[in-house]
């Protein structure tokens, strides 16, 4: 199945990718050809089987509730774009 | 028209772990700014989250505590949205199979039991802080509370008004800090509620569109936010509009609520199963012995103070707000005849609530402890002190703080606070007064009754309120009477 | 030194002929020599590297050295280094220095082994050639108009060039394997859950997994044990022993049985690597082994399958990437959104970007069903088929890539083309088995051919036994490119 131009547009805003008219085109065509492939997993009856999220039927482990970590906020602050007062800055949000 | 509302709450709760929920990073409130926000809680590239077992045991004592089922497999889901306060772009949720379904809790509307049905409560973790207000031109983003474990507890729809929201909302408020999950610090954030609030034609049973409105952290918001959301709404249908579904704001200042622009975008969240973390597993001997640590539940406790105690149901609501409460009580009470039950009863429901909120103190903070109370309330039994004066020993207790149950004769004995009950020490203070108040005499001989209550006073005042007020009575009835 | 084995490696070391701060100049030359050509190494720092050497040669002379002490190994750019640049092939992390170590990273480092440099790769281990990396394609020693495959084309690179004694890699949908079979060196993807993922970038989650490439089985073997081990930081990470990987190198493959999934054997496979797999199973039989032909009916959906469940998880764990904490911050935004919104299209390349795209579309709402479930049922379904194969046999045996390594630019253009390459390396992730492919063969033009050994789960000691068998008998994983030998670096 195809997308449409506007879907294309929709999920970019949605995984937040600046995309031009051009670059949404060539997209279009691209994620056209990749879904043709994906679509061959329609023929198949599934209404039996289990889906699988992961490689081993396991439960997951629990840690004990321990503090075990140390401030690194400088170090981590360090690699960061923009930080004022220990806070990381973003343009200012209005919610 | 007739309308009537609708409401659901989903109550974010932060669990009393200490660390966080995937992160080995403490929860502690009150840090500098993103210093406890470890590699895990910025979303290093390549960190991965380890499930906290406080916050899985903390479920699991929910769950029993409202009668719910705990599923024996849960899965956690991504919750995909951007924001800066999000640090991985998703929040680590529960979606399809939460940890617990089901359960009710039970509320009072006025004089009458309500049940209010829960549809579950999930584990996820919480988001950072963003700071709107230290920078002009920007947000500052704090990522302490990032990963903060939290329960989210939906309602149905089955609230009916603003004082039944806020009903159930202080009756979950008790119960999560009474089985010790939540500390219930609303002013940090550690207690609060999304409301979902809709109204319909009275006599209708479709549902009407309906608007949520965010972080409500205090009752009185949450009752003026869904009291003026429901004007809102009927006003604008009543005009011709039509509500439309969304996120809002309450705004305290303003006592309004208003749509939320950062939401403005129609989300698609895009739930999937978290790859990095396996279905959480929890077999029957893992809750029998989370079972096995519960306390014993506000309503049993309340029904068994009923029966044990023979105190009144008002008495016994109002000693089971909390398990400190309930604690502090029985600490008293426990072990004693009915007449100190009742009497211990009052002190806490009484004076004892009353200082504590004038010097806004927790029960556990309290200066008079139980046992203090528990030899005073025995020492007005015993006639030692009036009730009068044990007004008094109270607030010199509460002035000394030093919570020993000693203290309380110590303090009667040096203050010189015993009830006077000797009657040959009264009937002299009798004849003293007596021989001053001849006009008083001479009334009551006449036959005022008043005089009576006047020449009582006297005694008292020359007693300074410590005799014994029935052998003044009778002393005064036997020298007038002769 | 050239393409020795980490045996004999270590045993130069112990001997004393050379020392670990020589042993890594050597290595440092070749690098400093070959790589403007081939692009292998993203970072390479001689201070650190030089500095880890001698740290090693000191624990030697105090008598503490391990297997691996002293000994260079290249590290995927995927994994974090603490201190070193770990950019992820992207622009993104380009400039992100690590402030933390990988399990696996730590592991080396406790294992005495030198971090030789930071190999080239793919963008975020997404692509199959190399050519996605943002510092530019790697080059086949072979043929350095071709790609060395991907995504872990530089640590394949290294090793079959001589630029490091051994690598490491992660192998999400064939990121190990085929570039091994395309540089004509041995690269082992390990049961999942056997390697942590804690400090491994990532890209899928419930597929990618790390794991050693080398010259021979045998390496592989020595690196195994460093690489494997549970680590309570992943909760995917399996809580076994560490396993020693050399303990069944030596057993005679009589009564071996080799399942050949006739699958594998398919249309659209270059008869010269078909030819080359053919001639290897008969030195299979000769050792001794059997052969079952079995069939994997469902192997053709698990392109489909992966291209919906990878690309699902790496939208979501690529999300974190957005100007704020850490990596590429675009110069161009007034608004968060615009933020948002440039940094990511700035810092992330063509392939990551389609791959997001997929992912948000086939995750969202109405779709959900459609795709993401639809093809966790099928994984199911697909990893049954080898469930139901093992039943026959010990190991699978295949082709790893239809065809030989490709020219650079040939399918860079064609995604479908390029997704259908990893045909028979997928289904192995989308199951969790292990997985590794050896060189057996060369075509034509000379570029090498792999084979690909799947084992059934938690068997890595039997298939490393299997190939070193294999390796005993033959010398395909000897022969090197004749571009880039001793000559260059003397």
Sequence with gaps: ??????????????????????????????????????????????????????????????????????????????????????????PKVIE | MKWEVVIGLETHAQLSTASKIFSSASTAFGAAPNTQACAVDIALPGVLPVLNKGAVERAIRFGLAVGARIHPRSVFARKNYFYPDLPKGYQISQYEQPIVQGGSLSIMVGETEKIIQLTRAHLEEDAGKSLHEEFNSATGIDLNRAGTPLLEIVTEPDLRSSAEAVSYAKALHALVRWIDICDGNMQEGSFRCDANVSVRPLGTTTLGTRCEIKNLNSFRFLERAIDFEVRRQIELIEEGGRVIQETRLYDPQKDETRSMRSKEDAHDYRYFPDPDL????????????????????????????????????????????????????????????????????????????????????????????????????????????????????????????????????????????????????????????????????KDYRAGKQKAFNALVGQVMKATRGKANPQEVNDCLKRRLDA | MLHASLKTLSQGLASG???????TQYFLRRIEQLNPTLNSFITVDAQKSLAQASAADAQRAQGRAQPLTGIPIAQKDIFCAKDWLTTCGSKMLSQFISPYDAHVIERFNSAGAVNLGKTNMDEFAMGSSNETSFFGPVRNPWDTERVPGGSSGGSACAVAAGLAPAATGTDTGGSIRQPAAFTGI????????????????????????????????????????????????????????????????????????????????AQGTSPEVLNAIEQSIVEYQKLGASIVEVSLPNMALSVPVYYVLAPAEASSNLSRYDGVRYGHRSAQYQTLSELYENSRAEGFGAEVKRRILI??????????????????????????????????????????????????????????????????????????????????????????????????????????????????????????????GEALTS
């Design chain 3, 186 to 265: 041995c690269g082992l993807k390990p049961t999942y859950g056997l390697v942590s993922r804690y400090g491994m970038i990532a890209f899928a989650s419930s597929l990618d997994q790390g794991g050693p490439m080398g010259n021979s089985a045998e390496d592989l073997a020595m690196l195994m044990p460093v690489m494997a081990g549970f680590d309570a930081r992943d909760s995917t990470s399996l809580d076994r022993p560490v396993e020693d990987y050399e303990r069944d190198l030596a057993k005679p493959l009589s009564g071996l049985r080799i399942g050949l999934p006739k699958e594998f054997f």
């Design chain 2, 278 to 441: 396996l279905p959480i597993a929890i077999d029957e001997k893992t809750v029998a012995s989370v079972r096995a640590t519960l306390p014993e539940l506000p309503q049993a406790k309340k029904a068994r103070f009923i029966n044990d105690y023979g105190i009144s149901a008002y008495d016994a609501a109002m000693l089971t707000t909390s398990r400190d409460v309930a604690d502090y009580f029985e600490g008293a009470a426990s072990g004693s005849d009915a007449k100190t039950v009742k009497l211990c009863a009052n002190w806490v429901a009484g004076p004892i609530h009353a200082r504590l909120n004038e010097d806004n103190l927790s029960i556990v903070e309290s200066r008079v402890s139980h046992s203090q109370l528990r030899q005073l309330v025995l020492r007005v039994t015993d006639g030692t002190v009036s009730g009068k004066m044990a007004h008094e020993v109270f607030n010199a207790l509460w002035a000394e703080g030093s919570l020993e149950a000693l203290s309380v004769d110590r303090i009667i004995q040096s203050q010189g606070l015993q009830q006077i009950s000797d009657t040959g020490a009264i009937e002299k203070i009798v004849d003293e007064v007596l021989a001053t108040q001849a006009q008083q005499v």
């Design chain 3, 17 to 23: 002929k050379y020392s670990s701060v020589e042993l």
């Design chain 1, 1 to 90: 199945m195809a997308l449409t131009l506007d879907e294309v547009k929709q999920v970019a805003r949605l995984a937040r990718l600046a995309i031009n008219e051009e670059e949404a085109l060539a997209t279009q065509t691209q994620l056209g050809h990749i879904f043709n492939l994906i679509s061959q997993m329609q023929a198949i009856d599934v209404s039996q089987i289990e889906p699988m999220s992961h490689a081993q039927d396991l439960s997951q482990r629990l840690r004990d509730d321990v503090v075990s970590e140390v401030d690194q906020r400088e170090r981590f602050q360090s690699i960061a774009p923009e930080v004022h007062s220990g806070l990381y800055l973003v």
């Design chain 3, 359 to 484: 992912g948000a579309y086939v995750l969202s709402h109405g779709y959900y069903d459609a795709y993401y479930l639809r093809a966790q049922k099928l994984r199911r379904l697909i990893a049954q088929d080898f469930t139901d194969a093992f039943a026959h046999c010990d190991v699978l045996m295949g082709p790893t890539s239809p065809s030989t390594a490709f020219k650079l630019g040939e399918k860079s253009n064609d995604p479908v083309q390029m997704y259908l390459s990893d045909i028979y390396t997928i289904a192995v992730n989308l199951a969790g088995l292990p997985g590794m492919s050896i060189p057996c063969g060369l075509d034509k033009q000379g570029l090498p051919i792999g084979l690909q050994i799947i084992g059934n789960y938690f068997r890595e000691a039997q298939m490393l036994n299997v190939a070193h068998q294999y390796q005993l008998a033959t010398d395909w994983h000897q022969r090197r490119s004749p571009h880039f």
